[in-house]
């Protein structure tokens, strides 16, 4: 049986193999004149210098994973605060939307991860801007694995903490996903989807990443800038997407982009 793609108005560039998808995105837009703004997304099999949190490289075989990035124009006066947050929701509510994968599977990761088990990363998230003569551009890069996971870099050749056991989607899948059913699944939740967050901003989204925060209520460790680790327990993000983690100092704020979250090994 032939899968149902869902429709939306992306023209969709693809390629086979790229320096990274946001990279080509925002080498699109950055020649772009005031005017009607395109919708437009790229998509590549392999990527050479794909980045994930902390200058992490973000790579994989061609083929076995979905890497993709879109634009989408924002209004000058509209904050971002938050945006990698409700792309998280969006992208596992068009994952789970699919056949064959329950919304219990998919969890989300302050501040960009998608995860399954609530310990292996599935996909992450990198989120780019630039101006615009009419506002701003914000490039949406995803990336989820879909039919095998990448190997974990070797012990001490990345700085900063561990990383996240990679897993992917044909682990929880009934039956295989074909990558153009997911990239037509995510282009059609984020058309539906990215007009709240214009609108409303991440509120929109809180309670619903909430719902789907594999640490919510955990203990958890969060590294900060200057290499200190801070321990707590997570107990609320804020409208801003700001993660408010109570320790026993207090109640600290924590800014995406800053910090690195581990749950905490007991």
């Not at 929701?89 to 088990?117: C, F, H, R, Y």
């Not at 058309?191 to 967050?197: R, V």
Request: charged letters at 20%; a neutral charge.
């Amino acid at each position: 049986m032939s899968e149902t793609l869902p429709r939306h108005s992306f023209a969709i560039e693809r390629h086979s193999e790229v320096d990274s998808t946001n990279a080509v995105a925002l080498r699109a837009m950055q020649s772009l004149s005031a005017g009607p703004f395109p919708r437009r997304a790229w998509v590549a099999d392999a990527q050479m210098g794909g980045r994930g949190q902390q200058g992490r490289t973000w790579s994989a075989a061609p083929g076995e994973a979905l890497l993709m990035s879109l634009v989408w124009h924002f209004r000058t006066d509209q904050p971002l605060y938050g945006l990698s947050l409700a792309v998280g929701v969006i992208a596992e509510q068009a994952l789970t939307s699919l056949p064959g994968i329950a919304s219990a599977m998919i969890g989300l990761k302050w501040p960009n991860d998608l995860l399954i088990d609530g310990e292996r990363k599935l996909g992450g998230i990198l989120i780019e801007t630039l101006p615009h003569p009419t506002g701003r551009i914000a490039v949406i890069g995803i990336g989820i694995n879909l039919h095998s996971a990448p190997l974990l870099p070797a012990t001490g050749t990345q700085a900063g903490p561990p990383s996240l056991v990679p897993a992917c989607l044909d682990d929880i899948a009934q039956t295989p996903v074909s990558r153009d059913a997911v990239l037509e699944a995510l282009l059609a939740s984020c058309e539906a989807e990215l007009p709240q967050f214009a609108a409303h901003g991440f509120v929109a989204f809180r309670a619903r990443w909430q719902q789907r925060h594999s640490l919510q209520r955990r203990p958890v460790v969060a590294r900060l800038p200057d290499g200190r680790q801070l321990h707590g327990v997570v107990r609320d993000v804020a409208d801003n997407g700001a993660l408010q983690l109570a320790t026993d100092d207090g109640l600290h704020t924590l800014v995406s982009g800053e910090v690195s979250l581990r749950a905490a090994r007991t």
